[in-house]
Nanobody, 116 residues
């Protein structure tokens, strides 16, 4: 079992920045990748950015050049730095951890609202 604790998020004007933090507690050695997904009302949950234990990173095309994901060496904490935010970035952002047995764990979600 992996428990994920998220922090950050909130309300910001377009062009502003926010930082999301996610910390995994328990069984961190079993995590092979972590990332952030988001879900806007009426939309499916989509990948924003992910990073694996080897340092490989993936970004959604819509956030490339604006968002940066990073992790600590223990693969216990990831950070998503979000710059140049747009109203279309408004969504609930969920932290994800992928277990080595291909099981996904999710955080409770944190709201990001970007006003125009």
């Amino acid at each position: 079992q992996v428990h994920l604790m998220e922090s950050g998020g909130g309300l910001v004007q377009a062009g502003g920045s926010l930082r999301l933090l996610c910390t995994a507690s328990e069984n961190r050695a079993t995590i092979v990748a972590m990332g952030w997904y988001r879900q806007a009302p009426g939309n499916e949950r989509e990948l924003v950015a992910s990073i694996n234990r080897g340092g490989g990173i993936n970004y959604a095309d819509s956030v490339k050049g604006r968002f940066t994901i990073s992790r600590d060496n223990l693969m216990s904490t990831i950070t998503l730095q979000m710059n140049s935010l747009k109203p279309e970035d408004t969504a609930v952002y969920y932290c994800n951890a992928r277990h080595q047995l291909n099981v996904d764990y999710w955080g409770q979600g944190t709201q990001v609202t970007v006003s125009s």
